[in-house]
């Protein structure tokens, strides 16, 4: 190394120990003890930076408004949750956390062998019993409880009481005529693209289940316009829809939209009514839709989408028939028919308290005891206890599924309920 660049390196080094000591003598170091921090070191808030940049007066204000304690405010809101009745919600909760009510209706499922659940639906009365093969409990017992408890019949046996969902209160609800499953339903109201608002007519109230859907999916600015011929299937759907939005009401902090008109007449002589009404989508429900198609085609917009529930192939073969025949305006984009596949997946069956595929026959071989394990059948569900912990097992047995399982299909499977035609209007090109 030449001798400048020694003499430079030397007085690097100086200049180093002096700035250091300068530190050391408090030039540099904070009250605490600690080396202060540069003017780039020190984190700025966006507001400490604004208020930087204007004069000491507005600096000074802006300070002490940012200082300002904002406890007052939480107290207020404090005071109008205390000052607020028990049973105030919020506008945006859904169901009531609280439980359940006189009115209201109660889902109770009782286990039963084969790996099934019954369900029994009831509104709730104070002098009313839900009655089971379990036995019997008081409905008394039940107003109050929140959902999801599990209560003891008369003769010992459990209920899971839950609010039902809609699906489940349409299969529950008592009926005339077979229903739209709700397995179908959803379907339809993807093909027929349903948007709250809309206004969608229904042929064949049935038993309401596919006004309940119609009168969710359109919300409470949409309208759902229901025939039905029968007058005591069009009863049985108003009954059935009234009782549903009354529960609804007492178990929920919203109101169920008001939406559906049932009308006791025959679709095809409503030719008059249809010319002051304009349809976003039309689902008939009825034997021969054909017959109805010439006069609510009229009122179906531009491209709108008529949904056709059948039981038979033979009366899609005669819709699309008449159709061709009469050359009414609509295409058939889709036929087809929902199928689901339910599976069961549980536990193996335990033998000499070890699963049947962990099972050893070699001789003079002490195995430490495994768990035994009580099975509770719930709906193609298996949730298992431990009766006694003879040992605990590792992690590493337990992240690699100590106990095997065995999955399959379930011997109950939903069948054809019904085929379901999509037909698309068009305007046909002048001749």
Not at 106 to 122: D, F, G, I, W
Not at 199 to 219: W, Y
Not at 322 to 333: A, D, Q, S, V
Not at 409 to 417: F, K, L, M, T, V
Request: hydrophobic share 40%.
């Amino acid at each position: 190394m030449s001798l400048p660049a020694l003499s430079l390196m030397r007085a690097w080094r100086a200049l180093r120990r002096a700035a250091f000591s300068a530190l050391s003598s408090g030039r540099g170091v904070a009250p605490g003890g600690r080396p202060r921090k540069r003017a780039w070191e020190t984190s700025l808030s966006p507001l400490e930076r604004v208020r930087r940049l204007l004069p000491p007066e507005e600096a000074a204000a802006v300070g002490r408004c940012a200082a300002a304690p904002e406890a007052p405010r939480e107290e207020e809101e404090e005071e109008e949750k205390a000052a607020a009745p028990p049973d105030a919600l919020p506008e945006a909760a859904g169901a009531r956390p609280g439980p359940f009510r006189a009115g209201e209706l109660a889902l109770a499922e009782v286990r039963r062998k084969h790996n099934t659940t019954l369900k029994l639906l009831c509104r709730l009365a104070a002098g009313s019993v839900l009655t089971s093969p379990g036995g019997i409990v008081h409905h008394r017992d039940i107003i109050g409880q929140l959902p999801g408890q599990v209560l003891r019949t008369s003769a010992g046996a459990r209920l899971l009481l839950r609010r039902p969902s809609l699906e489940e209160y349409v299969l529950l609800m008592p009926r005339g005529p077979t229903i739209a499953y709700p397995k179908d339903v959803s379907a339809l109201l993807m093909m027929m693209d349903i948007h709250p608002g809309d206004t969608v007519l229904e042929t064949g109230s049935g038993s309401g289940a596919m006004s309940l859907f119609l009168s969710r999916a359109v919300g409470p600015k949409g309208r759902v316009i229901s025939y039905e011929i029968r007058d005591d299937h069009h009863n049985l759907a108003k009954k059935n829809y009234r009782h549903w939005r009354a529960a609804w009401e007492i178990g929920h902090a919203e109101e169920w939209p008001d939406n559906v008109d049932f009308i006791l007449k025959d679709i095809s002589t409503a030719a008059a009514d249809m010319k002051s009404v304009t349809l976003d989508a039309v689902v008939l429900d009825m034997l021969n839709p054909q017959s109805a198609l010439p006069v609510v085609h009229p009122s179906l917009k531009q491209g709108g989408v008529c949904a056709v529930y059948l039981a038979n192939i033979t009366q899609v073969i005669d819709l699309l028939d008449r159709i061709r025949t009469c050359k009414l305006p609509f295409l058939c984009e889709r036929i087809i028919e929902v199928t689901h596949r339910n599976w069961l997946v549980l536990p193996a069956k335990i033998k000499n308290c070890k699963p049947s595929q962990m099972v050893e026959t070699q001789e003079h071989i002490e195995e430490p005891p495994q768990k035994e394990y009580k099975e509770i059948h719930i709906q193609d569900q298996v949730v298992l206890k431990e009766s006694e912990y003879n040992e605990s097992l590792s992690d590493d047995a337990e992240t690699y599924c100590s106990v095997p399982y065995v999955a399959r299909p379930s011997y109950w499977q939903e069948a054809h309920s019904a085929f379901l035609t999509k037909l698309r209007k068009f305007r046909p090109l002048l001749s």
